[in-house]
């Protein structure tokens, strides 16, 4: 391989020829080979919209020369559409708050500014634009990771907001497919009163609305903007101006709201927003696992389980077992909530870590935050395409465990109590019969009255049993209630 020679503080390095970064990228491509993965995009745009709207602003406050501003402005904007993106090479496992980080967005910048000025990349002529002194002019390390993390997060949030909503779309198009199905209700995975499959799952659909309800409320306190702290939030080096200039050109390039900080220290000492936000991400995950893991009890079998429901069948489910299909897409929204569930273990751990003026875990809490909102995005949108909008019911399944269910007996508390309504229960299970059949025979022999010792008719049990559907609307199911 090729190399050319950079310098930084610590003295001389070698850079392979054709890289745009430099002497510091070097050095943590050396020091932290640790897992070999590299940043998200979104953290990298936000590197680079950081570093574009400085380059602006300190333009336009007449700190850095408009020529280099202006290539500096080019290059960002070239990157943030996607050039040199293999360049941004330092593993999330490092050190000192991100440092690395920084720097490589300083070093690639840079050298494609001072090549945009006529200094080609391996040239021995001196760079007009250096990663210091010009791309991070009244930045840190310190302010410009957490205003990252912020805004990485923002970037896709649109997208995860869609795919929440499409998820939330879908449960409520099944609730309404799925309303006339009555089915066995099941508490402690134990026979319960009737409910609507449909019922079900509006209860699935309002559950992941209140949890993007959550998620829109921790993002909007991600809003507020650090950056103008420089090194510990005093503002050192950064024009008066700089901050509230710097959030207005930042909310032109997102294209969304962003608010100034009212303490900058806060700002940068404080991991507190993320880790809110983390947290609402995995109030979600638990959320989606306890969906699937529902979906999959609803249709375990088909021959010996549940069989309410079924899930598509996308592939086979054995090497084996010859016609054995599984709910792979369930089981892989599983897998994939508690990666998620992870990655916010390591957010909060991270998020305790800072000490005084500073987080130097910021690192790995911007890679975790981006990871569990890529693969939420990418599971939820599998998980909706390829499983949940092809869902059917089984309703004469549904209907066969309903009609073998002696709970409904609790129907009749109203009229006959409590523990008359459970001596139906123990009777109709030892024997084998529906509720109906044993209130009939002990109705016949002068066993079974109501509450108050009148005489019941079979007509008046009738009246409660024959339209299961009613059992699931709520209100009484005959004179007094209770029981």
């Not at 391989?1 to 745009?20: H, T, W």
């Not at 099944?174 to 499959?197: M, N, Y």
């Not at 404080?270 to 696992?289: E, G, K, N």
Request: hydrophobic share 45%; proline share 6%.
């Amino acid at each position: 391989m090729e190399y050319r020679i950079e310098k930084d503080s610590l003295g001389e390095v070698r850079v392979p020829a054709n890289a745009y970064y430099g002497a510091q990228t070097q050095r943590a491509l050396h020091n932290f080979p640790v897992s070999g993965m590299k940043p998200y995009r979104a953290f990298v745009w936000s590197m680079l919209a950081i570093k574009r709207a400085a380059a602006e602003v300190n333009r336009d406050l007449g700190l850095l020369e408009p020529r280099i501003a202006d290539a500096i402005i080019q290059a960002a904007d070239e990157c943030m559409n996607g050039a040199l993106a293999d360049q941004w090479v330092v593993d999330p496992f490092q050190a000192g708050a991100g440092t690395s980080h920084n720097m490589n967005t300083n070093e690639v910048l840079a050298n494609r500014a001072s090549e945009i000025l006529g200094v080609p990349l391996n040239s021995s002529e001196k760079k007009p634009v250096h990663p210091n002194d010009h791309v991070n002019m009244a930045q840190s390390t310190n302010d410009t990771i957490p205003t990252a993390i912020r805004l990485g997060v923002l970037w896709r949030l649109p997208e995860l907001q869609g795919v929440i909503q499409s998820l939330i779309d879908a449960l409520w198009q099944k609730a309404r497919e799925f309303d006339p199905i009555v089915k066995s209700g099941r508490t402690h995975l134990q026979d319960a009163v009737p409910i609507r499959l449909g019922q079900e799952f509006g209860g699935y659909a309002r559950a992941v609305e209140r949890d993007l309800e959550r998620i829109n409320r921790a993002a909007d306190m991600l809003r507020r903007m650090p950056i103008g702290g420089t090194a510990v939030g005093t503002g050192l080096n950064a024009h008066p101006e700089y901050h509230r200039r710097m959030v207005g050109v930042l909310s032109r390039l997102l294209g969304q709201p962003l608010y100034e900080s009212d303490n900058l220290f806060e700002g940068m000492q404080s991991m507190a927003d993320p880790a809110d936000f983390s947290a609402a991400l995995r109030t979600l995950a638990i959320t989606l696992t306890r969906i699937a893991n529902d979906l999959r009890l609803l249709s375990s079998g088909p021959t010996t389980g549940l069989d309410e429901i079924r899930l598509p069948a996308v592939q086979p489910g054995s090497s084996i077992m010859p016609g054995k299909v599984n709910p792979v897409l369930a089981e892989m929204l599983n897998m994939a909530m508690f990666h998620v569930q992870g990655c916010d273990l390591t957010v909060s751990l991270a998020a305790q870590a800072g000490q005084l003026e500073l987080n130097v875990m910021m690192p790995i809490i911007a890679h975790n935050l981006n990871e569990m909102v890529h693969v939420t995005i990418g599971a939820v949108r599998a998980f909706v395409q390829n499983a949940l909008l092809g869902i059917t019911a089984q309703p004469e399944k549904a209907a066969s465990w309903l009609a073998r269910n002696p709970i409904v007996a609790t129907a009749l508390n109203p009229l006959i109590g409590y523990l008359a309504g459970a001596e139906l229960v123990k009777e109709a299970m030892a024997r084998n019969l529906t509720i109906r059949e044993v209130a009939a025979e002990r109705i016949a022999n002068g066993t079974l009255a109501k509450r108050d010792g009148s005489p019941l008719t079979l007509a008046e049990v009738d009246a409660v049993l024959s339209d299961l559907r009613k059992l699931t609307e709520g209100g009484l199911g005959g004179p007094g209630g209770g029981g």
